[in-house]
């Protein structure tokens, strides 16, 4: 690892609050416990309000002969519409008893749609937030992905993990490529950026290219990052033939990382399903909160 570069200092003029007003957590409705309570604490933290978003995924009706539905399946999606309403007013009633402001809503939905009723709702949210419990719902994260990320402005926020996330980490990684995908990424985290004690800009094996990287890779973005306060500095990483991933989340631990800023899947979406791609095995393999952003 490289450490060529320091950010110069800049002068702070008083403390600056977080423009994160709108937390969208989205929760899976059969284990949602530990997610809200993580969302009740970060919104606490960074005073926002919490629009709690209950997602439960129905199979599409079967159809039989003459296109008539299943009655079997017309008594089953009463009982989950049920069974969504008792969780959302147990939610309500949980909130209640806290400080926090708050919304509830509800979304029964088949799979196919389900990133469009996400992305509708993501649409007045600053940030998305996935706890582990949603996390580790393939199908709902999918859904999720494919509407708060790809279909609104919204970036992301995952914790992939059961540990408890730092809701102002000290130290971040930012994944720098000079694509759009991480500028954007970098303007929405610039929050947790400024309020971070140090931010790593790590670059794996960069080119040093006035229409890619700059001459001095990583130095155009730790100069912008620390007008605004960040405290940068830039790590040029060796990748030694492994994949991108594995150097990331590597470079993440060993800078004891509470955060990783990235952007998402820069190449297009059904490339990334049939091969897979950084982001994904990001989403995948990381214990790292991610702040993703498209």
Known sequence: MLRGYRSPIFK????????????????????????????????????AHLTALLVLLCVAPPIGAYNVISAVWLDDRQ??????????????????????????QEVYTEFAWADLDIAERALYADLVLIGPQAAHNEDLRRRVIDGALFQSPTPMLVNPNS?????????????????????????????????????HVTLIDPLASRSVNGEEPGADVATFLARHGAKVDVDRVTGGGRRVDEVLRQHARDISAGMIVMGAYNHPRLQQRLFGGVTR??????????????
């Open 12 to 47: 702070r003029k008083g403390d600056r609050t977080m423009t994160i007003k709108t937390v969208l957590s989205v929760l899976d409705v059969n284990h949602f416990d530990s997610d809200l309570k993580d969302a009740v604490d970060f919104c606490q933290t960074h005073d």
């Open 79 to 104: 009982r989950e519409i049920d069974i969504l309403a008792e969780k959302a007013a147990d939610i309500r009633v949980s909130l209640s008893k806290s400080e926090t402001s708050y919304d509830v």
């Open 163 to 199: 540990k408890t996330m730092e809701f102002a980490p000290k130290i971040i990684l930012l994944a720098w490529d000079s694509s759009d995908e991480a500028a954007r990424a970098a303007r929405q985290s610039i929050d947790f950026l400024r309020a971070a004690e140090a931010v």
């Open 281 to 294: 095995s990001m989403l995948e393999d990381s214990d790292i909160p991610l702040f993703l952003a498209h």
